[in-house]
């Protein structure tokens, strides 16, 4: 597992998991409360490896996240998507494993948790499961963000 090289204020940060329905769109909607409320600008986005082009968010994490994802369409993972993004944070060991065995020419990929650790995906659960993930999500990318602009964890 690569490790997380240090950057200085980004100018784009994309989040992948699987669907790009519920765990990276949630990540994406906390980055950027995390940049408005820290006084930062940065292009954030979100996709999945496996993404079906145009779904909506699901449900409950619409409303956890309203009205960030009201309009959320899910984009699937892409060399050209990649390349507009200065780091790229997966869900899953096995997303981060997939896209650099499949980008190798991205050195900018690492797991969103700094132990590497998954998080776990909601799909399918209750507004409780998904309140779980979100609180979880909400750790991670915090520390991430600290990291990058900040250089602390």
């Not at 949630?26 to 950027?32: G, H, N, P, R, T």
């Not at 082009?53 to 998507?81: Q, R």
């Not at 499961?129 to 250089?151: A, C, D």
Request: proline share 6%; with cysteine; hydrophobic share 40%.
């Amino acid at each position: 597992m690569k490790h997380y090289t240090f950057y200085t204020n980004p100018s784009g940060i994309l989040f992948v998991c699987a669907g790009n329905t519920c765990r990276s769109p949630m990540a994406e909607v906390i980055a950027k409360k995390w940049l408005e409320q820290n006084g930062k600008t940065c292009r954030i986005g979100s996709a999945g490896v496996e993404a079906v082009p145009g779904w909506f968010a699901a449900s409950n994490a619409v409303e956890l996240c309203s009205p960030y994802l009201d309009e959320h369409e899910s984009k699937e993972v892409t060399d050209e998507l990649l390349s507009q993004y200065d780091l790229v944070f997966t869900m899953m060991p096995g997303h981060f494993y997939a896209l650099v065995a499949k980008f190798p020419q991205h050195g900018n990929i690492f797991p969103l948790a700094l132990d590497a650790s998954p998080i776990d995906d909601p799909f399918g659960g209750d507004l409780a499961e998904y309140s779980r993930v979100y609180s979880i999500l909400e750790t991670h990318v915090h520390k991430r963000m600290n990291e990058v602009f900040f250089g602390r964890l």
